[in-house]
């Protein structure tokens, strides 16, 4: 008996002592994953993983480690043994496990645990872009076959990225400086830190000559990358860990971010070495890029206002050489992820690089067109010639001969990135045409000589005829709604939303018409036989609403094909206010919509008018009686009463 308790209590000594001994490592571990050296924590964890020891936490620090170094074998493997301790983790390890799945050729394992992640987190734009998109690869199929690529010849067996062309030459950044005995590598990556190089290049067909360093006060003992050059040469905006005249900068926990620098050339010489009046020790700021004209700057960075781990911003340069307040580009382009490397060309298109959008795996580079008003829209991804399941980013196009650069991690490269020259054979361009055949509700009959007419909102953008075959069709926008109007005599005009594909291809729209019942008598209300709603307002408003035109264009074009028609036009409102104002306010609108017929060219004889304020209420809603919005509506309205035919 003796000899068995001692025996248990030696078990239990070892087995508290290994105990002990594994987590005293994982600390160690600990400290090396919050100084960024995840390298040298990859190697602590794995040994104490090996003895057998688990921890949810030590998981997500693992799988974290291989992701930020986009390993995403050895990410997947952690994350793996995370989810099969526990799958109510934080939204981010979905999205990164699924990630790392896609990017090791799991595919239908990583949109299922997508799929998990879409309905856990329903408030994370990554899962809705995904939901609205489960058939992503498709979009990425149609998109591929659009490239010619190769090798850059630029290459070293150390990382190399970022290219930006100017004068004949393609820059970048590269870790291959390994020369000196004070380099020192980055622990992060256990690579040497980059400097920026350059090599003449063929402007016809790409090819490289010898590569040479940039041998300028811009390179440091830290990191430079990332080179956008202004067209005149003389000045150069560049990404640098925070260092300049010596000195390192640090946020509150020690850390050195990155900054955008901008340099000038005097004499030969790049000298006034700035940061940007924008950057802060608190947040990095990173890959800058010139719009074609030279007066936005757009960049990726971290900084309050984020919506995920990096996202797109644009800065306007000012005359005077300021700059204005950094603007984040919104939610059609930034998600929860990270977004960065972006790069604009005068074709008014933004490449950028996305984890956040649904991709192959790793980072994924997409497009998207930036509109008259600044918003992106549009955003596809272009296609498995240069994205991978790895990381595919900076990619930069010349918009003339359709010739560029990215970077990549994918497998077959030199080193841990590698910078590729492409052709692209093939635009992405998406055609589409909306097409459809009238035909009469009732007996199914062909209407031949129908007028069709497209809208974009309240805007006309084509008109058709129908052909013998009932059959009209359009060249149509990929992604955008249109109203179709159907109209022809002795049948009830018809006007349908549609909403384009976003793929090349064919949009249906087949539009059934009901014959008219009724003919039009002086003293009936033009909207009730022609099926026109009435135009509807604001409340205290006598403006023209949107909607409102698309119903007046109704009633225009039933002007125009009875000449002889006269209209009186009544206008009502709510109870709300009171009578006098109310009367007012009615004649107001009254007079509006007259105005905006005669300016599109009816006839001012042909057209009276008057406001009725709320004397002619159509339901129950005066003075004193509780009504919802709804019901307020129906007394705001005009009534069109034939007058005259």
């Known amino acids: ?11 239990i000594i070892v087995f508290s002592f290994d105990s002990y001994a594994q987590q005293s490592k994982v600390a160690a571990g600990d400290k090396k994953y919050a100084n960024y050296a995840y390298i040298d924590a990859i190697k602590t964890y794995e040994r104490v993983a090996e003895k057998g020891y688990k921890s949810e936490d030590m998981f997500k620090k693992l799988g974290n480690s291989y992701y930020f170094n986009s390993d995403f074998d050895g990410a997947a493997k952690w994350y793996t043994e995370l989810f099969a301790m526990n799958t109510s983790v934080e939204p981010e390890y979905y999205y990164r496990y699924a990630q790392s799945l896609k990017s090791t050729g799991q595919t239908d394992k990583a949109n299922k645990i997508l799929a998990e992640f879409n309905a856990k987190f329903k408030n994370d734009n990554r899962g809705k872009l995904y939901k609205e998109d489960v058939n992503y690869l498709d979009q990425i199929k149609a998109n591929s076959g659009r490239y010619k690529i190769e090798d850059a010849g630029i290459n070293s067996k150390y990382s190399d990225y970022g290219s930006f062309v100017y004068d004949n ?35 016809a067909t790409g090819t490289a000559s010898k590569v040479n360093k940039f041998k300028t006060s811009i390179n440091t003992k830290f990191h430079e990358a990332s080179p956008a050059f202004t067209k005149d040469g003389k000045t150069v905006y560049f990404t640098r860990n925070n260092y300049v005249n010596g000195k390192k900068g640090k946020d509150e926990n020690k850390i050195t971010l990155v900054k955008i620098y901008k340099a000038t050339q005097e004499n030969g010489k790049w000298t006034n070495i700035t940061e940007l009046p924008f950057d802060s020790d608190n947040y990095s700021t990173a890959h800058p890029a010139l719009s074609p004209d030279e007066k936005t700057l757009y960049f990726a960075s971290d900084m309050p206002g984020t919506l995920g781990q990096s996202d797109i911003y644009k800065v306007s340069i000012n005359n005077n050489g300021g700059y204005g307040t950094p ?52 955003i596809q991804n272009v296609g498995a010639d240069v994205n991978s399941p ?25 080193g841990s990135d590698d910078i590729y020259k492409f052709l ?80 090349t291809g064919k949009t249906s729209l087949p539009i059934a018409l009901e014959k008219s019942t009724c003919k039009v008598t002086i003293g009936d209300d033009l909207g009730k036989c022609f099926g026109i709603k009435m135009i509807y307002f604001d409340l205290d408003k006598s403006n023209i609403r949107t909607e409102a035109a698309l119903d007046l264009e109704k009633i225009l074009d039933v002007l125009n094909n009875n000449p002889t028609m006269k209209l009186d036009i009544r206008s009502h409102t709510d109870s709300r206010a009171t009578n006098q104002y109310n009367q007012a306010l009615s004649d107001r609108r009254a007079k509006s919509t007259i105005a905006w017929l005669i300016k599109n060219g009816v006839a001012k004889n042909r057209l009276t008018g008057k406001g009725y304020g709320e004397t002619q209420l159509v339901n129950g809603c005066s003075d004193g009686v509780q009504c919802t919005e709804e019901e307020h509506q129906m007394n705001r309205r005009s009534e069109f009463i034939i007058t005259g035919l």
Not at 446 to 465: D, F, M, P, Q, R
Request: include cysteine.
């Open 390 to 414: 790895k990381d595919d980013f900076a990619y930069i196009i010349d918009p003339a001969s359709r010739r560029g650069y990215f970077s990549s991690n994918k497998d077959g490269g030199q």
């Open 169 to 203: 030459k393609v820059y970048f950044a590269s870790a291959r400086d390994t020369g000196n005995f004070s380099q020192r590598k980055h622990k992060w990556t256990n690579e040497y830190f980059t400097n920026l190089y350059f090599a003449d290049v063929d402007p």
């Open 327 to 378: 603007e984040n580009l919104g939610n059609t382009i930034n998600t929860e992820g990270k977004e960065t490397f972006p790069y604009v060309t005068s074709e008014n298109e933004i490449y950028f690089a996305s984890d956040g959008h649904p991709g192959l795996g790793g980072l994924d580079v997409f497009v998207g067109k930036i509109e008259d008003n600044g918003t992106i829209s549009n």
């Open 1 to 11: 008996m003796k000899n068995y308790i001692f025996l248990c209590l030696t078990l």
């Open 424 to 503: 692209e054979t093939r635009k992405l361009q998406c055609v589409q045409t909306l097409e459809g055949i009238i035909t009469d509700l009732n007996t199914g009959a062909i209407l031949a000589g129908t007028k069709v007419t497209l809208y974009e909102g309240t805007i006309l953008k084509n008109t058709s005829i129908a052909d013998a075959g009932g059959y009209y069709t359009f060249a149509v926008e990929c992604g955008k709604t249109y109203n179709v109007r159907a109209e022809k005599q002795e049948y009830t005009t018809k006007e349908v939303s549609v909403t384009i594909g976003k793929l």
